[in-house]
Structures are given as C-alpha cells and as structure tokens.
C-alpha cells in the first residue's frame, strides 16, 4: 500500500521561500507509471493543484503559480519536494502531496495526511 | 482553464436519504471527472474516477454518472459516515482544476 507523508516547517515569513518533502513508501517516485502531486487547500476553502512530476519528466506547475514553484525528485531518498517562493499569507494553507492514477492518470488516489503551513512575520 | 461549479453548496439530509450532487464544467471534458469526499481534518479520498468507475474498496452506495460539460455524483442511501464534504475534479487538461466543493450534513 502506497503511502505519502509531508515534513517541512509550520511556519514561513513572508517574502521567503516554503520548502516541503514529500516522503514515499509503498512505492516508486522513479516508478515510470506515476504523477507525483502537490496540492493545497486553504482553511474552510477548496482545493488548488499546484503542480506534477513525473520519472523522467518536466514538471508541469499551475500557471497561478508557475513563476514561484519548483518541485523535483530525489530517487535516492525516495521523495519529491516542493518550493514557492515569495510567499504571501495567500500561501498559507494545508498542503498535500499526493499520487496520481496508473497510467499517469490525473486524479489522485492517494493522499498523504496534509501540513498545515502559514506564513507570518 | 477549466471551471468546475458544483451544486448545491451544501444540503440537509436524513440517514437513508438519496443524495445528488451535480458538477458542470466549462467545457466539454468527456468523462474526464472524478470525485473526492473529504471528512474535517483529513486529505480527501478518492471515490470515483473518470466519471462513474468507482475506486476500489468504496461502498456501492455511490455512484456517478454524466459526461461532457454536466455530471452527477448520487449517494443512494446515506449512511452516518457519509457526512463530508464532496469535491468534483476534471482531468481532461492541466491546470487540473476542482469544484467548489458540497457540504453534506444532517
């Protein structure tokens, strides 16, 4: 059974830069079937993608976001990460890494447990 | 992009009740859609994919159906658990975009 689980810091000043991993078990970021997802959810609000990688792939990011997102792999530990940088209180939110459905397939059948980030002075 | 509108927003109903809730997308998506249940302080869960294939360990009691631009998620007998919130989604293209999301209470 896949599992995902996200680490990072809670808290992020404004104008830095937020930085998560995502750590997978159960699984294969290298795997060549597979998205890899980030996605966020504001309190009380809905759901935002924010971007995707894959094996061997480009990442393919939210154009809301593109200019500030980066996410990228590290095979040797398993992972894939996440960075926006410039953050505002508008990145604040519960983000979620996720993976997408067999055959690159784009909904997301499996979820880690969410990290609450907010960003503040 | 690609706009997804859920309705309604929220609805009251009893155990044992028939539920619908409906998704429109902007465009015509095929049965690019799928849809999530969320429970308060949880990641959503994936219920059903590409519009009416129902992922694996999730109750009968669920279904969808439509395709093109209006699709519908019914829940045929609610049971306690079933109180959430329901999220639509579209694959079709990037950037994959959700539905405002249907709060299921009592």
């Known amino acids: 059974q896949v599992q995902l689980q996200e680490s990072g810091p809670g808290l992020v000043k404004p104008s830095q830069t937020l930085s998560l991993t995502c750590t997978v078990s159960g699984g294969s970021v290298s795997s060549s079937n597979y998205y890899w997802n980030w996605i966020r959810q504001p309190a009380g609000e809905g759901l935002e993608w924010i971007g995707r990688i894959y094996a061997r792939g480009t990442p393919n990011y939210n154009p809301s976001l593109e200019n500030r997102v980066t996410i990228s792999t590290d095979t040797s530990k398993n992972q894939f990460s996440l960075k926006v940088s410039s953050v505002t209180a508008a990145d604040t939110a519960v983000y979620y890494c996720?993976?997408?459905?067999?055959?690159?397939?784009?909904?997301?059948?499996?979820w880690g447990k969410g990290t609450l980030v907010t960003v503040s002075s | 992009d690609i706009q997804m509108t859920q309705s309604p927003s929220s609805l009251s109903a009893s155990v044992g009740d028939r539920v619908t809730i409906t998704c429109r997308a902007s465009?015509?998506?095929?049965?690019?859609v799928n849809w999530y249940k969320q429970t308060p302080g949880k990641a959503p869960e994936l219920l059903i994919y590409?519009?009416?294939t129902l992922q694996s360990g999730v109750p009968s009691r669920f279904s969808g159906s439509g395709s093109g631009t209006d699709f519908t998620l019914t829940i045929s007998s609610l049971q306690p658990e079933d109180y959430a919130i329901y999220f639509c989604?579209?694959?079709?293209?990037?950037?994959?975009?959700f539905g405002g999301g249907t709060k299921v209470d009592i």
């Open positions: 996720s993976r997408g459905g067999p055959g690159y397939s784009n909904w997301f059948d499996h």
């Open positions: 989604q579209q694959s079709h293209s990037a950037p994959l975009t």
């Open positions: 590409s519009a009416s």
């Open positions: 465009q015509s998506i095929d049965k690019y």
